[in-house]
């Protein structure tokens, strides 16, 4: 029992149902509500990539790892600081691969050119599907695979549109953190430091 005199006691709030909620209205939004209470006024949410579990992820990973002409493969990952107005989003870079017929780089300012040069679509000891664009139909035409292994095309070039996609958006986050460069190789995965604009 509430022992204050009357003038200072505090009656408990509920909430109380929207009056428009479950009418018909010009509410353009669907009604909300958060832990039951109504939720007014214009809500700003963007689409967002359905996200996977990593379980979805690691056979993608294994693939790669179980090449033995792989010596390793990475990405970067980061929130950019700068979008040009637009929202500023974590995301995950392109993909990229070397294998034993890729040449080692040791000099730090050559590197990330280097890492272009490798991504899958570009890395010459991939190969790759070039495509045609058909201006009269305004779509691209897949020509056949020119290159060494065809299956090991394929297996890198789904883990690159898995990454790329935004499906594991949330998992390489939890796992890697923001702003970072990994490296995947058979015997460890090295995470740096990744600066950009």
């Known amino acids: 029992m509430d022992e204050r005199p009357e003038n200072q006691r505090q009656t408990a709030v509920r909430p109380q149902p929207h009056p428009l909620s479950g009418k018909d209205c010009p509410i353009s939004s669907p009604a909300k509500n958060f832990l039951g209470i109504p939720v007014e006024g214009d809500i700003c949410s963007r689409s967002r990539t359905p996200q996977k579990p990593l379980e979805e992820l690691q056979p993608l990973l294994q693939a790669l790892l179980d090449d033995p002409s792989i010596v390793s493969f990475g990405w970067h990952q980061y929130t950019p600081y700068f979008n040009d107005g637009d929202e500023c989003v974590f995301g995950v870079g392109s993909l990229w691969v070397r294998t034993t ?41 897949e020509l056949p695979y020119e290159g060494p292994d065809e299956a090991r095309y394929d297996r890198c070039l789904a883990l690159s549109n898995a990454i790329g996609g935004g499906h594991f958006d949330d998992v390489l986050l939890e796992a890697f953190g923001d702003h970072a460069a990994v490296e995947i190789t058979p015997y460890a995965i090295r995470v740096t430091g990744y600066e950009h604009d």
């Open 101 to 141: 017929q890729n040449r080692q780089v040791e000099d730090v300012d050559e590197l990330e050119e280097y890492l272009y040069e490798l991504e899958v679509g570009e890395n010459p000891s991939l190969g790759q599907r070039r495509r045609i664009w058909n201006s009269e139909t305004r779509t691209y035409r």
